[in-house]
């Protein structure tokens, strides 16, 4: 409820802020103008198919990125020969600019739908790597009792390689990655966007740019909403997923 209120709060100050005049609507139109703009993208944007085209594009990121970094992570985490070889090169490709290389991308892949889901895939991927390799080093650090205990007991009673794998190493990193998947939701988008503005063929990133290039700033604040709405909804159906991918943990 309280939560309810301080949307409402703000929305009241947004309102208040543009019918005094004290920005110009140019910059910030009134929130009703943003309401009334939605039927206008809906009607004249193709609103729902830019959103298809977005969600889908996101969707075939994540898909590409975690069918790469979670066996990869697994490899490295697992093994020291491949530690010792790749850990650190991976921990340093986090620092890359990652709009610096869409000329490499579409070199590669060039310039449709493909392209965009891998340019997104590798700003994800270059995130939950580490964050892989590092969740399989807390188990087997032995000054983690906390969680290195599994591991102990697993081998105690007999386990063999694949059962330590499938009952301790993997329920472990995977319930303790999707945090972390869960917080990507923001970044995803942010990238979604910078990849749909390379050969804009549609999604919401290309719809703004192409609104605001036309001013028609009403639309531009619908469109980040949209945005925002998209990403509340599919961090909740992630936080609903989580007790039922990871029953364990709930036991």
Known sequence: ITGIVGGIVLLVIWYIVTITGWISPKILPN??????????????????????????LNL??????????????????????LRSMF????????FLPLPAVSGIMVAIFG???????????????IYILPVV??????????????????LQT????????????????????????????RGLVAISYTYVTIAENINREGGIGACITTMTRQSSMDCVYALL???????????????????????????
């Not at 703009?37 to 944007?45: C, G, V």
């Open 87 to 94: 850990q650190k090169p991976f921990e340093a490709i986090r």
């Open 31 to 56: 929130p009703l103008d943003v309401l009334r703009a939605i039927p206008k993208l809906i009607s004249e944007r193709n609103l729902f198919g830019n959103i298809g085209y977005t969600v889908g």
């Open 60 to 81: 075939a990121g994540y898909v590409i990125a975690l069918v790469i970094a979670i066996p990869m992570g697994f490899l490295i985490g697992i093994y020291p020969i």
């Open 133 to 150: 390799t590092q969740k399989v080093l807390d188990l087997q650090n032995p000054n983690n009792p906390k969680d290195n205990v599994y």
């Open 154 to 181: 697993a081998k105690t009673i007999g386990m063999t390689n694949w059962q330590m794998f499938r009952h301790v190493y993997f329920p472990y990193v995977m319930s303790s990655v999707y945090s972390d998947i």
């Open 225 to 251: 909403l949209i945005i925002i709405a998209i990403g509340i909804i599919q961090d909740f159906i992630f936080k609903k997923c989580e007790p039922i991918i990871f029953k364990h943990r709930r036991a």
């Open 111 to 125: 310039l449709g739908f493909n392209m965009k889901a891998s340019f997104l895939a590798l700003g994800i991927l």
